[in-house]
């Protein structure tokens, strides 16, 4: 930006459009001493979406807690994804406080963005929701209050007007979230085998996700899940998860099952089978997959007569002759993608 240029920008009217805490945040992110930033609206965007996503998680908690008389502190017993999380916040803090003090501010804040956007917004808050309307209710939410609260904290300084509106709204102690204590790690909240065992669980519930949106199968199609593995108790104790959040009619654990015409889908530490007919209308999609592949046939025939006809690729410029043949090479690749999915429905 420069004056001189008149292609500078308003700080002011930034704060008007998308709020103070945005800008600041948008600053910091990706700053590193002596490198020179590229100012873009897009980038402020993100930075009010991700206040917004904050906001939201706060209006979850609040939702859940309603009249209830949210103890302080963290309960006695921790169930396994409470483990998960305090024990990533604890590196988290760690990580952070270091940061803070070399002055890596850039750093920082990036890894308050992935743990607050993925693991706390998108994980456990989707991993503790069946325990908020059951027995487990009044653990969960000192759970989510309190990291919630540590969470706080640690954007304070960058985005110091959305943390205060937040940290006021929530059960707490003191006047202001500016003069609390700034959290530091604690070595009994070091849970490193159940992160692992939590992690195993996840990307498995992510691996079926991902499977089931390249097939097009729509969330409310629920199917039975088999896996296996040699961890299987930690499977079992994933269970309810993967059977919510994975779409699972059901889930069985074991070595070994014999499922015939079954997807299967390979992590690290297990294979998924998931019967093909319960996924899908194997009809329906026989024939969707019949239609798209006769369309792909269709173009490939196109392309290739152009590229077979000599006037065009002699006459044509080299930059479009070979736009051509790219979109050959894609249209093929497409093509065996579908008849390989055709031959799997068998």
Same mark, same amino acid.
């Given at each position: 930006?420069?004056? /001189?240029?008149?292609?500078?920008?308003?700080?002011?009217?930034?704060?008007?459009?998308?709020?103070?805490?945005?800008?600041?945040?948008?600053?910091?992110?990706?700053? /590193?001493? %002596?490198?020179?930033?590229?100012?873009?609206?897009?980038?402020?965007?993100? *930075?009010?979406?991700?206040?917004?996503?904050?906001?939201?998680?706060?209006?979850?908690?609040?939702?859940?807690?309603?009249?209830?008389? @949210?103890?302080?502190?963290?309960?006695?017993?921790?169930?396994?994804?409470?483990?998960?999380?305090? *024990?990533?916040?604890?590196?988290?803090?760690?990580?952070?406080?270091?940061?803070?003090?070399?002055?890596?501010?850039?750093?920082?804040?990036?890894?308050?963005?992935?743990?607050?956007?993925?693991?706390?917004?998108?994980?456990?808050?989707?991993?503790?929701?069946?325990?908020?309307? %059951?027995?487990?209710?009044?653990?969960?939410?000192?759970?989510?209050?309190?990291?919630?609260?540590?969470?706080?904290?640690?954007?304070?300084?960058?985005?110091?007007?959305?943390?205060?509106?937040?940290?006021? /709204?929530?059960?707490?102690?003191?006047?202001?979230?500016?003069?609390?204590?700034?959290?530091?790690?604690?070595?009994?909240?070091?849970?490193?085998?159940?992160? #692992?065992?939590?992690?195993?669980?996840?990307?498995?519930?992510?691996?079926?996700?991902?499977?089931? *949106?390249?097939?097009?199968?729509?969330?409310?199609?629920?199917?039975?899940?088999?896996?296996?593995?040699?961890?299987?108790?930690?499977?079992?104790?994933?269970?309810?998860?993967?059977?919510?959040?994975?779409?699972? /009619?059901?889930?069985?654990?074991?070595?070994?099952?014999? @499922?015939? %015409?079954?997807?299967?889908?390979?992590?690290?530490?297990?294979?998924?089978?998931?019967?093909?007919?319960?996924?899908?209308?194997?009809?329906?999609?026989?024939?969707?997959?019949?239609?798209?592949?006769?369309?792909?046939?269709?173009?490939?025939?196109?392309?290739?007569?152009?590229?077979?006809?000599?006037?065009?690729?002699?006459?044509?410029?080299?930059?479009?002759?070979?736009?051509?043949?790219?979109?050959?090479?894609?249209?093929?690749? #497409?093509?065996?993608?579908?008849?390989? *999915?055709?031959?799997?429905?068998?």
């Amino acid at each position: 930006m420069s004056k /001189s240029l008149g292609n500078g920008v308003d700080p002011l009217e930034i704060i008007a459009q998308y709020g103070a805490d945005a800008l600041r945040f948008m600053l910091a992110t990706g700053n /590193s001493p %002596g490198n020179d930033m590229r100012f873009t609206t897009e980038k402020v965007e993100a *930075s009010r979406n991700f206040a917004n996503k904050l906001w939201n998680a706060a209006r979850f908690i609040l939702m859940n807690i309603g009249d209830a008389e @949210v103890a302080p502190g963290l309960p006695e017993e921790l169930t396994l994804e409470d483990k998960w999380i305090l *024990s990533k916040f604890n590196t988290l803090t760690r990580a952070v406080t270091d940061n803070l003090e070399k002055f890596e501010l850039g750093l920082a804040v990036q890894k308050l963005y992935d743990f607050i956007w993925d693991m706390f917004c998108d994980w456990y808050i989707e991993l503790c929701k069946a325990r908020l309307q %059951g027995d487990g209710a009044d653990a969960a939410r000192r759970v989510l209050v309190w990291v919630m609260t540590g969470m706080l904290q640690l954007l304070h300084p960058f985005m110091p007007f959305i943390t205060e509106e937040i940290w006021q /709204s929530l059960p707490h102690e003191g006047e202001t979230l500016m003069r609390t204590a700034w959290p530091t790690a604690d070595a009994a909240l070091e849970f490193p085998a159940e992160e #692992k065992e939590m992690e195993r669980i996840m990307e498995a519930i992510r691996a079926v996700r991902n499977r089931r *949106s390249e097939m097009n199968v729509p969330p409310s199609r629920k199917a039975e899940v088999f896996v296996e593995t040699a961890f299987a108790d930690t499977f079992r104790k994933g269970v309810p998860f993967i059977q919510r959040l994975a779409a699972a /009619s059901g889930v069985q654990v074991g070595e070994h099952f014999d @499922v015939p %015409g079954a997807v299967s889908i390979v992590t690290a530490d297990a294979t998924i089978k998931i019967p093909m007919n319960e996924l899908v209308d194997i009809a329906a999609e026989r024939a969707r997959l019949e239609k798209e592949a006769a369309t792909v046939r269709g173009q490939l025939e196109g392309v290739r007569a152009r590229l077979s006809n000599e006037a065009f690729v002699g006459k044509a410029p080299a930059q479009v002759v070979q736009t051509a043949r790219d979109n050959a090479a894609r249209l093929e690749e #497409k093509l065996a993608l579908l008849e390989q *999915s055709l031959a799997a429905l068998g």
